[in-house]
């Protein structure tokens, strides 16, 4: 039990296996004299699509964005494989974050804001304890206009990556798909993801998360610590 929670937890492992890896192949492999431009494009699609059918099957049930990832790799893999123009491969970088933010925005007008998915959860804090210490001082109402806007900033983070992910296809992946270039132009592509467009989004989640334990501590009287799961 304990080597399982450890793996699915250590970031290290999963940066390596799903962005690091496959960008090293896509780039150094993709050469005729290597593996070839399909054969490169296979193996390098192979590590996360194998790290997500892994922890699938460890978690046994569907998780939405790992769901995602996985379609998001088989429509990388098919505009490789049938050479298709690459404004395809921009419109794919840009479409599935911009669904998510937009399917976050449109919650925030429904009984079920997704940010009580992604951090409002009950996987993550303690909710019915926050929930009690709300109806206890009537300030339920308040906290849920709170979430509204915690919601709007999720599904902007989730909108600037879509923006920066169409942005960084057209600037870099310039070559004709199926080509050795190609690959190797969608390995820097990846590895530039992280940084250019992962951390900001990062820190705009955190930034929400910041206002949420704001909004607990002026309204419900905890302190972030005091909600987190887990916590004695």
């Known amino acids: 039990?304990?080597?399982?929670?450890?793996?699915?937890?250590?970031?290290?492992?999963?940066?390596?296996?799903?962005?690091?890896?496959p960008s090293l192949i896509l780039m150094k492999l993709s050469d005729p004299q290597d593996l070839g431009a399909v054969n490169a494009l296979l193996v390098a699609l192979a590590f996360p699509l194998a790290w997500g059918a892994r922890a699938l099957l460890r978690e046994r049930k569907l998780n939405l964005f790992a769901a995602l990832g996985v379609v998001s790799i088989f429509l990388t893999g098919g505009i490789g494989l049938l050479q298709l123009d690459n404004q395809w491969l921009a419109v794919k970088e840009a479409a599935i974050p911009g669904l998510i933010g937009l399917a976050v925005a449109v919650s925030a007008y429904?009984?079920?804001?997704?940010?009580?998915?992604?951090?409002?959860?009950?996987?993550?804090m303690d909710v019915e304890r926050v929930q009690r210490a709300l109806a206890e001082r009537g300030t339920q109402a308040m906290f849920d206009a709170r979430l509204?806007?915690?919601?709007?900033?999720?599904?902007g983070s989730f909108l600037f990556s879509s923006v920066m992910n169409y942005f960084?296809?057209?600037?870099?992946?310039?070559?004709?798909?199926?080509?050795?270039?190609?690959?190797?132009?969608?390995?820097?592509?990846?590895?530039?993801?992280?940084?250019m467009i992962a951390l900001?989004?990062?820190?705009?989640?955190g930034v929400a998360l910041y206002y949420l334990a704001r909004s607990i501590k002026a309204?419900?009287?905890?302190n972030l610590t005091d909600t987190l799961k887990g916590h004695t």
């Open 1 to 21: 039990m304990t080597a399982t929670t450890t793996t699915k937890s250590n970031p290290l492992i999963e940066l390596t296996v799903t962005l690091i890896i």
């Open 110 to 124: 429904t009984r079920y804001p997704l940010v009580k998915v992604l951090l409002y959860s009950p996987a993550i």
């Open 148 to 155: 509204k806007t915690a919601t709007w900033m999720l599904a």
């Open 168 to 195: 960084l296809a057209t600037w870099i992946v310039t070559s004709p798909s199926g080509s050795p270039a190609f690959n190797e132009e969608l390995g820097r592509l990846t590895l530039l993801s992280y940084p």
């Open 200 to 205: 900001p989004s990062m820190l705009i989640m």
């Open 219 to 222: 309204l419900a009287g905890l």
